[in-house]
């Protein structure tokens, strides 16, 4: 008699009610992987003891992170290049596996192909050409004083002064 976690085992994934991953997927999600065990989550626990401006200066291991990410091969184009279908199970297990290796660095090469990613978007031609395959992305927050923390869900970063007229709503 077949017991309920065999039947469960062979229809699902180890990821719960989805379908086993595909041949491309498993390959991308396992390349991804490995970078994230050997090469983030040592460089990025580096990048965590140095100060700000160490961490962006010229010879800085984050700029190596950088390259060695480029060396994956995972551009805007590559992802593009994509059927709909097969984008959406890849990127969100790409970015799964470089949170896991680290969030910070997870979020800059994350944000790394947006530039380009949004040019194909907005099918702009001229930022298409001109918008090298990596390049460093980054987000405009220009509401006043919001501070830096793109989602403060505390209300830590706002000013007294902004808390004072929103309490006044």
């Known amino acids: 008699m077949t017991t309920a976690a065999e039947l469960f085992s062979q229809k699902y994934s180890d990821m719960g009610l989805q379908s086993p991953l595909g041949e491309v997927e498993t390959s991308i999600q396992d390349m991804v992987h490995n970078f994230a065990k050997n090469i ?3 460089l990025g626990t580096r990048l965590d003891r140095m100060s700000a401006g160490e961490a962006i200066a010229e ?3 984050y700029w ?7 060396g994956l091969g995972i551009t805007p184009s590559v ?3 994509m059927s709909p279908e097969q984008q959406a199970l890849v990127f969100p297990i790409f970015l799964e596996e470089l949170g896991w290796g680290d969030a910070g660095l997870a979020i800059s090469l994350g944000t790394s192909l947006v530039p380009l ?3 194909h978007f907005f099918q702009n031609k001229f930022l298409i050409d001109n918008i090298p ?8 927050i220009s509401e006043p ?3 830096s923390d793109f989602v403060d869900f505390m209300g830590s970063e706002v000013s007294s002064r ?3 007229q929103a309490n006044q709503i």
Do not use: K, Y
């Not at 190596?64 to 480029?70: L, R, S």
């Not at 395959?133 to 405009?140: D, F, N």
């Open 79 to 81: 992802l593009l290049s």
């Open 162 to 164: 902004a808390r004072q």
């Open 59 to 61: 010879g800085s291991p």
């Open 64 to 70: 190596d992170v950088m390259q060695q990410f480029a």
């Open 40 to 42: 983030l989550r040592p």
């Open 145 to 147: 004083d919001h501070g």
């Open 133 to 140: 395959e990596q390049s460093i992305g980054c987000w405009g």
């Open 117 to 119: 990613r949004l040019a």
